[in-house]
T-cell receptor, first 115, second 110 residues
Framework: ETGVTQTPRHLVMGMTNKKSLKCEQH?????MYWYKQSAKKPLELMFV???????ENNSVPSRFSPECPNSSHLFLHLHTLQPEDSALYLC??????????????FGSGTQLSVL | RKEVEQDPGPFNVPEGATVAFNCTYS??????FFWYRQDCRKEPKLLMS???SGNEDGRFTAQLNRASQYISLLIRDSKLSDSATYLC???????????FGAGTRLFVKA
């Protein structure tokens, strides 16, 4: 069983659809993240949850809505997306010890296409 | 200026070659540094941490120069399987401030 699992692997949705991305980590970590990776751009941090509280929200549009029901699960709810939101969405987890030395473990990502 | 800048690449090298990647960061208060590897259409995976004293893991050597705000990765005896994008990653202080470079693409050819 891989450390961080994401579903679905691929998603095609219209601009009026509502969908959710799911992430589960089996590493016992205390922080979970959503990143966006667009073609030829660096990974962009979207949201961070530490101990189930959102601690980072990088000015992400409200059409992206995260949810972290417990330390092992993370969701990203999508609604009324735009074509420019098409990208690879990556979930990650880490064990935060306070020293700033967090190492990220990523899921395999969801390749999202918005038509 | 970008927070983390890398050589644009791509680097095309023959098997057995030695190749070096560079990375600069803008925040002098950055705390920790890493190299990640990302294969095509896959997720990034941690390759190694980077320390001021330099550290080595098999054919890979990483170096940090805090004074120059510069990080490097050296790959010796390149293998076909080393073909990937190498991401320079910097953690800022204050927690949860992990900044990724855009990556350097490496192609190792037979």
């Amino acid at each position: 069983e891989t450390g961080v699992t994401q579903t679905p692997r691929h998603l095609v949705m219209g601009m009026t659809n509502k969908k959710s991305l799911k992430c589960e980590q089996h590493l016992g970590h205390n922080a979970m993240y959503w990143y966006k990776q667009s073609a030829k751009k660096p990974l962009e941090l979207m949201f961070v949850y530490s101990l189930e509280e959102r601690v980072e929200n990088n000015s992400v549009p409200s059409r992206f809505s995260p949810e972290c029901p417990n330390s092992s699960h993370l969701f990203l709810h999508l609604h009324t997306l735009q074509p420019e939101d098409s990208a690879l969405y990556l979930c990650a987890s880490s064990q935060v010890l306070g020293g700033g030395d967090e190492k990220l473990f990523f899921g395999s990502g969801t390749q999202l296409s918005v038509l | 200026r970008k927070e983390v800048e890398q050589d644009p690449g791509p680097f095309n090298v023959p098997e057995g070659a030695t190749v070096a990647f560079n990375c600069t960061y803008s925040n002098s208060a950055s705390q920790s540094f890493f190299w990640y590897r990302q294969d095509c259409r896959k997720e990034p995976k941690l390759l190694m941490s980077v320390y001021s004293s330099g550290n080595e893991d098999g054919r890979f050597t990483a170096q940090l120069n805090r004074a120059s705000q510069y990080i490097s990765l050296l790959i010796r005896d390149s293998k076909l399987s080393d073909s990937a994008t190498y991401l320079c990653v910097v953690n800022h202080p204050g927690g949860f401030k992990t900044i990724f470079g855009a990556g350097t693409r490496l192609f190792v050819k037979a």
